[in-house]
């Protein structure tokens, strides 16, 4: 463990995070179902896989939303449930539909962490608010209002306020999600460059094939609880695995003649 | 059985929720901004509502009582014993309280539903700032602050009600003079502080439940709605049923 740092809390580093033969169902269905990895100091982990594989599920485990019913998530060797690690160590998620502030605006979305905690004077924390709006491009924005940004924004605005808190740890749950090629592809770069900025382990979850085969380092393929592959990108796209290309290459069925006109079959 | 079960696990959720306010109280001097804001919004939804609903409340209870007892030579000079110790000791608190649950009350549990429907509450959790901190204990502190006033006001309005339909309606006509002297001589500063106690245990009930029924609420915004009318229906039933306990022990 060459990475592991010495004092696991206080370091101010990326951590590494364990996921050791964890399960979960909800109400005696297996949405997790004995899932290992390990993801470590500083990667960009991407999870991909159909709806309904548990990936969100993992996500909310990790940051202890969730308790697993079986195995341990250990991030830098703590017990995430047990010492309640995202007291300890800075840890932060952007969620899937955001989880913006509704009835703040932009600048005091990002400004709540701090504020709430008295982490700095009131000039710096303004400071660190408009250098974060700045690294993601949203100047403009600190006065809006969530319900007045579209998409695109709302979620960039969603990961400027998760690193206000300098996470060690930063999850995406479906950043590009919704947007347009363009908007997405400008996330992709975003959580791409993020790393040069911040020490911080990242966790992506995506369906989006570019997003993880431009940033990702390695990616876990899963299937309704299961990782059914664990690889770098490049390898899991040369995959002849039929349960990694029923996924990553899917297919309209030239059978069917409504489509058959307009698809090149 | 079900029903039975879900009333006693909501009630210790309650209490649960209440304790762990408690635990951030210490907090309370960094949030006064956030508190000022619950207290002027719990004034300015209830207080003129309140007033108007309080001053006809006494007009009625005077001219109802004056008409029942004009049979009864010279009992209308208890008019202002009856809108005097009814106003203080019952009524005030009681519409305060129930008018409290209707526009404050529905809100807040409109609020936090939303907020956690929508994973704010969940973000929140995430920042280590649990909900209890800044959405719960702030209000029942504005609400312990404001419930007085409130009641207060409400109570005066009564009274006042109670004066104009003494001397204005015909079939009374009694000086407003007589009124008030009757009124005073018969009530004490310890009815007025029963009515007080009364509208706070109400007030913190109402804010309690709104909010532990918010942070219940799971699903979309079917719920949020349910959520929001099972609150009211709740925080009224457990009203007029701490109203009975109190009125037997501060008797
Ligand atoms: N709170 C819950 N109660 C009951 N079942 C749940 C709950 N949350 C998730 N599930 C179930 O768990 C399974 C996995 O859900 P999860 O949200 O983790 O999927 P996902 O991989 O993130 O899918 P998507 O790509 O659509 O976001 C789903 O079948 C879902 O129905
Ligand atoms: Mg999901």
Redesign the interface.
């Not at chain 2, 010279?74 to 005097?84: C, E, K, M, P, Q």
């Given at each position: 463990m060459a990475n592991t740092p010495e004092n696991p809390v206080d370091d101010r580093r990326a951590v590494r995070v364990e996921i050791d033969r964890v399960s979960k169902s909800y109400n005696n269905q297996r949405v997790l179902d004995d899932v290992s990895f390990t993801i470590e100091p500083g990667e960009i982990f991407v999870i991909m896989g159909p709806s309904g594989a548990g990936k969100s599920t993992l996500m909310r485990a990790i940051v202890n939303l969730e308790k697993v019913d079986e195995g341990e998530i250990r991030i830098n060797g703590l017990d995430a449930f047990k010492q309640q690690t995202h007291k300890l160590m800075h840890t932060a998620i952007v969620f899937q539909a955001g989880g913006l502030f509704n009835s703040l605006t932009v600048e005091e979305n990002l400004g709540f962490y701090p504020r709430e905690h008295r982490l700095y004077d009131r000039k710096t924390i303004n400071e660190k608010v408009a250098y974060t709006l700045r690294i993601l491009n949203l100047e403009g924005c600190a006065d809006k209002m969530p319900s007045q940004l579209s998409g695109g924004m709302r979620k960039r605005v969603a990961i400027a306020r998760s690193l206000i808190i300098e996470p060690r740890l930063l999850l995406f749950d479906e950043p590009t999600s919704e947007l347009d090629p363009v908007s997405a592809a400008n996330i992709t770069e975003v959580i791409g460059t993020l790393r040069e900025e911040y020490d911080m382990t990242s966790i992506v979850v995506s369906h989006d094939r570019e997003l993880a085969a431009s940033i990702g380092e390695r990616v876990a393929l899963m299937g309704s609880g299961k990782v059914v592959m664990l690889d770098t990108p490049q390898k899991l796209a040369e995959s002849e695995d039929p349960e990694v290309t029923a996924f990553l290459k899917p297919s309209i069925n030239c059978n069917n003649p409504r489509f058959r006109q307009n698809l090149a079959c | 059985m079900q029903a039975i079960k879900n009333f006693f696990g909501f009630a210790g959720e309650c209490v649960l929720v209440f304790f762990r306010s408690l635990y951030y109280l210490p907090t309370l001097p960094?949030q006064f901004t956030r508190l000022m804001d619950y207290c002027f919004n719990i004034g300015y939804k209830t207080m003129p509502m309140v007033s108007i609903m309080a001053f006809f409340l006494g007009a009625v209870l005077v001219m109802q009582t004056g008409d029942s007892l004009e049979d009864f030579a010279g009992a209308n000079l208890y008019l202002g014993r009856i809108s005097g110790l009814g106003m203080s000791r019952e009524l005030a608190p009681l519409i305060s309280a129930l008018l409290l649950a209707g526009r404050v009350g529905s809100s807040v549990t409109a609020?936090i539903a939303?907020?956690k429907v929508?994973?704010?509450i969940?973000?929140l959790?995430?920042?280590?700032?649990p909900a209890e901190r800044?959405l719960v204990m702030p209000r029942l502190v504005a609400i312990i602050l404001m419930m007085p006033i409130v009641v207060g006001v409400a109570i005066f309005v009564g009274w006042y009600g109670g004066a104009m339909a003494a001397a204005h309606v015909p079939f009374i006509a009694q000086p407003e003079e007589v009124y008030w002297a009757n009124l005073k001589h018969v009530v004490s500063f310890h009815d007025i502080i029963d009515g007080q106690i009364k509208g706070m245990i109400f007030g913190v009930s109402v804010i309690l439940i709104a909010c532990t029924q918010g942070l219940n609420t799971k699903g979309g915004p079917r719920e949020i709605g349910m959520s929001v009318t099972s609150a009211v229906v709740a925080s009224m039933v457990i009203i007029l049923f701490l109203d009975f306990v109190l009125t037997r022990v501060l008797m």
């Amino acid at each position: 463990m060459a990475n592991t740092p010495e004092n696991p809390v206080d370091d101010r580093r990326a951590v590494r995070v364990e996921i050791d033969r964890v399960s979960k169902s909800y109400n005696n269905q297996r949405v997790l179902d004995d899932v290992s990895f390990t993801i470590e100091p500083g990667e960009i982990f991407v999870i991909m896989g159909p709806s309904g594989a548990g990936k969100s599920t993992l996500m909310r485990a990790i940051v202890n939303l969730e308790k697993v019913d079986e195995g341990e998530i250990r991030i830098n060797g703590l017990d995430a449930f047990k010492q309640q690690t995202h007291k300890l160590m800075h840890t932060a998620i952007v969620f899937q539909a955001g989880g913006l502030f509704n009835s703040l605006t932009v600048e005091e979305n990002l400004g709540f962490y701090p504020r709430e905690h008295r982490l700095y004077d009131r000039k710096t924390i303004n400071e660190k608010v408009a250098y974060t709006l700045r690294i993601l491009n949203l100047e403009g924005c600190a006065d809006k209002m969530p319900s007045q940004l579209s998409g695109g924004m709302r979620k960039r605005v969603a990961i400027a306020r998760s690193l206000i808190i300098e996470p060690r740890l930063l999850l995406f749950d479906e950043p590009t999600s919704e947007l347009d090629p363009v908007s997405a592809a400008n996330i992709t770069e975003v959580i791409g460059t993020l790393r040069e900025e911040y020490d911080m382990t990242s966790i992506v979850v995506s369906h989006d094939r570019e997003l993880a085969a431009s940033i990702g380092e390695r990616v876990a393929l899963m299937g309704s609880g299961k990782v059914v592959m664990l690889d770098t990108p490049q390898k899991l796209a040369e995959s002849e695995d039929p349960e990694v290309t029923a996924f990553l290459k899917p297919s309209i069925n030239c059978n069917n003649p409504r489509f058959r006109q307009n698809l090149a079959c | 059985m079900q029903a039975i079960k879900n009333f006693f696990g909501f009630a210790g959720e309650c209490v649960l929720v209440f304790f762990r306010s408690l635990y951030y109280l210490p907090t309370l001097p960094w949030q006064f901004t956030r508190l000022m804001d619950y207290c002027f919004n719990i004034g300015y939804k209830t207080m003129p509502m309140v007033s108007i609903m309080a001053f006809f409340l006494g007009a009625v209870l005077v001219m109802q009582t004056g008409d029942s007892l004009e049979d009864f030579a010279g009992a209308n000079l208890y008019l202002g014993r009856i809108s005097g110790l009814g106003m203080s000791r019952e009524l005030a608190p009681l519409i305060s309280a129930l008018l409290l649950a209707g526009r404050v009350g529905s809100s807040v549990t409109a609020e936090i539903a939303s907020m956690k429907v929508y994973h704010e509450i969940d973000a929140l959790k995430t920042m280590n700032v649990p909900a209890e901190r800044i959405l719960v204990m702030p209000r029942l502190v504005a609400i312990i602050l404001m419930m007085p006033i409130v009641v207060g006001v409400a109570i005066f309005v009564g009274w006042y009600g109670g004066a104009m339909a003494a001397a204005h309606v015909p079939f009374i006509a009694q000086p407003e003079e007589v009124y008030w002297a009757n009124l005073k001589h018969v009530v004490s500063f310890h009815d007025i502080i029963d009515g007080q106690i009364k509208g706070m245990i109400f007030g913190v009930s109402v804010i309690l439940i709104a909010c532990t029924q918010g942070l219940n609420t799971k699903g979309g915004p079917r719920e949020i709605g349910m959520s929001v009318t099972s609150a009211v229906v709740a925080s009224m039933v457990i009203i007029l049923f701490l109203d009975f306990v109190l009125t037997r022990v501060l008797m």
